[in-house]
């Protein structure tokens, strides 16, 4: 469990956000929203999506559920559907420039005070408390953007990630459609139990 202080040391360091473009930047990571010509990338060319944004090249990412998501929210960014740093998030580690996996930050429709995230680590950089910092970053960014619940989701055999939405202040509602769902109000840690 984190104490107060290993928090205050996975809080984003920087945002930065241009017209086209948000970064963040924790101690050890860097995250990246995707952009229209990103997500293209990723689609069609995967290989130059790797060296255009100077990310160590994988076989093991994207996943098959971001290959998946990737055209929809292509569609969404070119129609103005999506809200700025909604979508995926491309986290790879500051320095190595390895590619760590990514967080799919969601906003439903009908209630603009609501958030859901789902994640994906590469085995490769699972146990390294990436995904933690990431998920705390992402969320507190989306407090300060005003939004009163986040809710995340993973599957029920995905003890490990339960594990880190616990340990990330997240408490376990239930299943619903299949998914173990997680909610947090308004602030991440310190969570019931920790």
Known sequence: MFTEEEIAGIRTINVHRGEEKMDMETPRLNLKAVTLEMGKQLVRYPVTFFYEQDISYV???PTNALKAELPFYLEDIETGQAGFGYGPWVLHTKYKKEMVGHVIVKQPE???LQAGLYFHIRK?????RYEDEAIVSICDWLL???IETI???CKPDEAQKQQVLTRCGFQ??????????FRTHG???PADGM
């Open 172 to 181: 376990k509602l239930g299943q619903i459609d299949g998914l173990v769902q």
């Open 124 to 128: 490769g950089m699972a146990g390294k």
């Open 151 to 153: 809710h995340a989701y």
């Open 110 to 112: 009908n209630d603009a």
């Open 187 to 189: 602030q991440l840690l």
């Open 144 to 146: 300060k953007q005003g």
């Open 59 to 61: 076989t093991d990412w």
